[in-house]
């Protein structure tokens, strides 16, 4: 076990270093993050809007076209030199290389929030509630689960000439209960409403992302063997 | 005396491919072959593009499913996936595997996290100037030459003391200079007992290291002898007559 989370930490460092170096997809994604809410600042008339009202849909779809920019190349730094074949043929298993991906877009998105939480404070002057704490949690579980299925299927895309273009098809009807639940309950958390009104959907959205990670990790090798 | 006769005399087989067949669709790549390779063994396999040598060495690497037949490392079937045969597998390709934007030494690292090794402030060191990189160790790969890079890629392959190695068109890309230098290098490799197989185009260069070769036509070994028993203008002959006969 432990050599195998040292092996699944090893990916991790590699991609996050190779992201700090090159900056590609943390710079794209954070452009796109900032520019949406700049746009969303205009194109919404804040005199006849109670914006508020539109904190957790606004702040979720950011996330995701964000997010979904840079977890489209999470197998693209693999293909430089046929790196991927050196992971693929190394001892480390390939549900490890798969959770190895999860975790380092998790960060990534995770970082992207954080960008996307500050603009839109910035923009809109957002409240976001009197419960950081369970803000957290639920920004993070309905990430992995995010990530879990956006990882999976940036594999199966990056096996495909239509790769960056395919992804968002496939993807964004799988996300549905990821907007459906985690808009419901961020827009409750910002609204301070009781915990008890929180829990269901974050429940869900737990349930939905132990799923998209148990089919993530079992399907891993279909995707990648040939 | 074809391969397969052969492996007695190299001992109990490490590496052995079983009438292996691989087919992409209606498109047969690997025909039935088979091979056994003793320790200390180097068998050249030569063909032209499309043969399928490259589907053949991913299927020795366990990189790749075969359709029938099997691949068996020291007695015991490989299957996609087999963390313990891995790690007794080193391969290098005309492709480095490295990533540009690291250092040679962060490259060495990483392959040596991935395998578990512990030793890596000794190992990677060692192994950097085995190939005569220390220089280079804190140069991310995209500044260094291609054969630099094949260089590295040689220390990677090997930083896990792999008792096999498959050689993927290890010479693709490389000046005469560097070709030089990798062939010294992997003539290096029949000192060590390693089990080697090498597919490539070069002949001159394949024939040199092999204790045995095979050239492969649409996926199948269509000729197999000794190197005792070959020359080069023996070597290029078979090849053409392999080669115009199955075109």
Known sequence: MTVYLRQVAAIVRKDLLLEVRTGE????????????????HFAIDQGLVRMQLLAAGLIWM???FGGMLGMGRTFEMEREQGAIQGLLTSPVPLDGIYLAKVVSNFILVTLIEVVALAAYWLFFGFNYG???LLLAGVLGVATLGFVAVTTLFSAISAQTNMGQTLLPILIFPLLVPVVIF???ATGRIFASRPVQEVEGS???LAAFTVVALTAGT???RYVVEE | MPATAAASRAGPPVLEAASLVRDYGPVRAVNHVSFRLGAGEFLSVFGPNGAGKTSLLRLLAGGLRPTSGE???SGIPLTVGDRAARARIGILSHLSFLYGRLTARENLRFYGRLHGLGDLDSRVPDRLADVGLERYADSPVDTLSRGTVQRLAVARALLHDPGIVLLDEPYTGLDAYAGAMLQELLSALKDGGRTVVMVTHNLGRGLELADRVAIQVRGSFVFEAERADLDAAGLERSYRRAVEGRA
């Open chain 1, 25 to 40: 997809r943390l710079a794209a994604m954070g452009a796109l993050t900032v520019l949406v809410a700049v746009l969303f």
């Open chain 1, 202 to 204: 974050l429940y869900l």
């Open chain 1, 62 to 64: 950011t996330i995701l």
């Open chain 1, 182 to 184: 985690g808009v419901t």
């Open chain 2, 71 to 73: 691949v068996r490392v």
């Open chain 1, 218 to 220: 079992i399907l891993f």
């Open chain 1, 130 to 132: 009197n419960d950081p």
